[in-house]
């Protein structure tokens, strides 16, 4: 199975900071990658998908790129809203799997 | 407007089983593969089962083979997730998915399933 390793597992930010996370898959997935936001008590959230196209609705301040088998998520500036859990996934075959997530708290 | 709703979650001793319900409204449920995925309280996401938009073909993780059954009425609109000789370790949100290309677009607001004696 393909294994994801994401990091940090917990990031503290301020208001307006950039901030990145990574995610690097064990085999190639080609651009197969979706990253999604989780808050507490809700279901996870699609922000990028296809590693770098942005989910209709998703504020622009998101952004997903890819180099090889590493991909980023990064917030350009951060917001109130977007302090939250952070999650990729991998969707090359049928068993997806999924990064640690990383926390993004204040 | 598309909702997905879970049941059926609860506390359930180890080794007895239990089935989940997705009830899907506001698209053509026939037209979809869906998903099973599970959430620890506090932890990752994790994958469970796939079934395609007949119920012709399913997938399973490892963790789940032998025990979980996916399977989909399709004229009900229904999604189910019979779990049987359920673990400690099955303890977990579970949540149902409806795929797309995106790879999922919608999910459900997850049931809590609680394996304790």
């Known amino acids: 199975d393909i294994q994801m390793t994401q990091s940090p597992s917990t990031l503290s930010a301020s208001v307006g900071d950039r901030v990145t996370i990574t995610c690097r898959a064990s085999?190639?997935?080609?651009?197969?990658l979706a990253w999604y936001q989780q808050k507490p008590g809700k279901a996870p959230k699609l922000l990028i998908y296809?590693?770098?196209t942005l989910e209709t609705g998703v504020p622009s301040r998101f952004s997903g790129s890819r180099s090889g088998t590493e991909f980023t998520l990064t917030i350009s500036s951060l917001q109130p809203d977007d302090f939250a859990t952070y999650h990729c996934?991998?969707?090359?075959?049928?068993?997806?799997?999924f990064g640690q997530g990383t926390k993004v708290e204040i | 407007q598309v909702q997905l709703v879970e049941s059926g979650g609860g506390v359930v001793q180890p080794g007895k089983s239990l089935r989940l319900s997705c009830v899907a409204s506001?698209?053509?449920?026939?037209?979809?593969?869906m998903n099973w995925v599970r959430q620890i309280p506090g932890k990752g996401l994790e994958w469970v089962a796939v079934?395609?938009?007949?119920?012709?073909?399913?997938h399973y993780a490892d963790a789940v083979e032998g025990r979980f059954t996916i399977s989909r009425d399709n004229s009900e609109n229904t999604l189910f997730l019979q779990m049987n000789s359920l673990r400690s370790e099955d303890t977990a949100v579970y949540y149902c998915?409806?795929?797309?290309?995106?790879?999922?677009?919608?999910w459900g607001q997850g049931t809590l399933v609680t394996v304790s004696s």
């Open positions: 998915a409806r795929e797309s290309t995106r790879p999922t677009d919608y």
């Open positions: 506001g698209f053509t449920f026939s037209s979809f593969p």
């Open positions: 079934i395609s938009y007949d119920g012709n073909n399913k």
């Open positions: 085999q190639s997935i080609s651009s197969w």
């Open positions: 296809k590693a770098s």
């Open positions: 996934q991998q969707y090359n075959s049928y068993k997806w799997t």
